[in-house]
C-alpha cells in the first residue's frame, strides 16, 4: 500500500497570501496518478487537480498542482476566503490511499 | 451533469451488516466506475472499494476484504454497499463517488470526480 504523508498538518495564513501544502508518497507514484480535493465540513470532498496539475473542471486558476515521483503539492496563489479548509491528497489506481489531510486556517 | 443520491442514516448494532445505495443520474452509470469511500468522525478519507457496472468487476481494499460487498443494478442506475460484522469503529460517513478506469486493467481507477451527498452509519450497542 502506498503511504502519503501530508505535510503541514495545519497551515495558518491570511486572506491574500500564498499557501504550499506538500503531498510525499511512501513509493513512486506511477503516471502521476495523483488528485487533490477541498472538502469543506459537514460535505464531500471536492476533486481540485487530478493527474497532479490538471485542474478539474470549474476550478479557479488560483489552484495549480505540480509534482512527481513522490514529491507532490498544491499552491493556492492567492487565498480567499473560501479556500481556508481541508486538503487531501489522494494516489489513485488499484489500490487508492488518502493523506490525513492538511488545513488550512485563517492567521 | 452526473449526480450521485445516497441513501439515508443509518444505525445499527454491534456485529450486524449495513446496506447503503447510491443512485445515479444524468450520466452514464454502466461505463463509470463507483467507489465508495468512508470517513470517521474526524478522521480522513479511507477507500474500501469500488465496481464498474458494465462488468459487474469489483475491487476491494485489502482493509476490507472479506466483510465488504459492492453490487450494481444496471436497470436503476445503482451501486450498493454492504458492510458486514459492524463495529464501533465503523461509525462513520461512507461516500460513493464516480470515476473513469484504465480500459488496460478494469481495477485502475481514476480520480473521483462526482460524489455522493454521504451517508451517516452509526455503529451502537
Known amino acids: 500500500e502506498i503511504v502519503l504523508t501530508q505535510s503541514p498538518g495545519t497551515l495558518s495564513l491570511s486572506p491574500g497570501e500564498r499557501a504550499t501544502l506538500s503531498c510525499r508518497a511512501s513509493q513512486s507514484i506511477s503516471s502521476s496518478y495523483l488528485a487533490w480535493y477541498q472538502q469543506k465540513p459537514g460535505q464531500a470532498p471536492r476533486l481540485l487537480i487530478y493527474?497532479?496539475?490538471s485542474r478539474a473542471t470549474g476550478i479557479p486558476d488560483r489552484f495549480s498542482g505540480s509534482g512527481s515521483g513522490t514529491d507532490f503539492s498544491l499552491t493556492i496563489s492567492r487565498l480567499e476566503p473560501e479556500d481556508f479548509e481541508v486538503y487531501y491528497c489522494?494516489?489513485?489506481?488499484?489500490?487508492?490511499?488518502f493523506g490525513q489531510g492538511t488545513k488550512v486556517e485563517i492567521k | 451533469q452526473v449526480q450521485l443520491v445516497q441513501s439515508g442514516a443509518e444505525v445499527k448494532k454491534p456485529g450486524s451488516s449495513v446496506k447503503v445505495s447510491c443512485k445515479a443520474s444524468?450520466?452514464?452509470?454502466?461505463?463509470?466506475?463507483i467507489s465508495w469511500v468512508r470517513q470517521a468522525p474526524g478522521q480522513g478519507l479511507e477507500w474500501m472499494g469500488g465496481?464498474?457496472?458494465?462488468?459487474?468487476?469489483?475491487n476491494y481494499a485489502q482493509n476490507f476484504q472479506g466483510r465488504v460487498t459492492i453490487i450494481a443494478d444496471e436497470s436503476t442506475s445503482t451501486a450498493y454497499m454492504e458492510l458486514s460484522s459492524l463495529r464501533s469503529e465503523d461509525t462513520a460517513v461512507y461516500y460513493c463517488?464516480?470515476?473513469?478506469?484504465?480500459?488496460?486493467?478494469?481495477?485502475?481507477?481514476?480520480?473521483?470526480?462526482?460524489w455522493g451527498q454521504g451517508t451517516t452509519v452509526t455503529v451502537s450497542s
Open positions: 463517488a464516480r470515476s473513469e478506469w484504465n480500459i488496460d486493467d478494469y481495477t485502475d481507477y481514476y480520480s473521483m470526480d462526482v
Open positions: 489522494q494516489q489513485y489506481g488499484s489500490s487508492p490511499t
Open positions: 493527474g497532479a496539475s
Open positions: 444524468g450520466g452514464t452509470f454502466s461505463s463509470d466506475a
Open positions: 465496481i464498474i457496472p458494465m462488468f459487474g468487476t469489483t
